[in-house]
């Protein structure tokens, strides 16, 4: 059984900051990419952030300067650390790993269930 579990949602004041972890676990045998996409109400899902094995990361032009994202290769985790958070910033978050369970098999995508979170005053 694989998952994918995201943590460190929440409400925040705009301008404050949050730090959201996602964690992969189970029978994986590689793990090529882990991200962040988010959704708002009445909107499609977005790319937030995403880094690949070994390589630098890729953000959303709204989040640059501000988001940054991490990964642990070992540990199979990533974090989003956000700063200067915005209302328009307001979302569920997802957690995205692109990932295969054997050697020879395809990768696929992989998502965790969602965290809320909340830029308001």
């Known amino acids: 059984q694989v998952q994918v579990v995201e943590s460190g949602g929440g409400l925040v004041q705009p301008g404050g900051s949050l730090r959201l972890s996602c964690a992969a676990s189970?029978?994986?045998?590689?793990?090529?990419?882990m991200g962040w996409y988010r959704q708002a109400p009445g909107k499609q899902r977005e790319l937030v952030a995403i880094i690949f094995s070994y390589t630098s990361a890729n953000y959303a032009d709204s989040v640059k300067g501000r988001f940054t994202i991490s990964r642990d290769n070992a540990k199979n985790t990533v974090i989003l650390q956000m700063n200067s958070l915005k209302p328009e910033d307001s979302a569920v978050y997802y957690c995205?790993?692109?990932?295969?369970?054997?050697?020879?098999?395809?990768?696929?995508?992989?998502w965790g269930q969602g965290t809320q979170v909340t830029v308001s005053s």
């Open positions: 189970g029978s994986i045998f590689d793990i090529n990419a």
């Open positions: 995205y790993a692109y990932m295969r369970l054997r050697a020879g098999m395809s990768f696929s995508d992989y």
